[in-house]
């Protein structure tokens, strides 16, 4: 499984203490890797995306066109709370499911269902299945 962060300096914020071992670890497991990339001008979208099977983002946004030539992905984790940044419409017609990822945001963004070093239950359930079902399409 190829992996893509593709504005980790947006969770990052500086701060080299950040620990991504859990990213690190999942893709290891799966015999795969991830690519760690600041920042992702729109521009470089496809190109960063061309062979991704997930797509870890905070910022970036996910239009339409990004999606459909994503012909690998599978899914789409955002370390952010909120989804409005990717077109749901096109995740949803797509392969590619998409689910929050508390686990690498700060502590006060984590799920208060779980140990704060637990992914949100949506992320945990969404991952296996290959990624059909759309966080908050019911």
Do not use: Q
């Amino acid at each position: 499984m190829r992996s893509v962060f593709l504005d980790y300096e947006t969770v990052r914020n500086g701060d080299d203490s950040l620990d991504h071992s859990a990213i690190d670890a999942v893709a290891d497991a799966a015999a795969g890797t991830v690519r760690y990339c600041d920042f992702t001008e729109d521009s470089e979208i496809p190109e960063r995306l061309g062979a991704a099977d997930i797509v870890l983002l905070n910022k970036v946004k996910l239009s339409r066109a990004h999606l459909t030539a994503a012909a690998h992905l599978k899914l789409i984790a955002l370390s952010a709370t909120g989804t409005d940044n990717i077109d749901l419409e096109a995740a949803r017609s797509s392969a590619s499911g998409c689910a929050t990822c508390a686990a690498i945001a700060p502590p006060r963004w984590r799920s208060t269902s779980g140990p704060d070093s637990e992914p949100h239950p949506a992320f945990v359930g969404l991952a296996p299945n290959g990624g059909r079902r759309i966080l908050g399409a019911g």
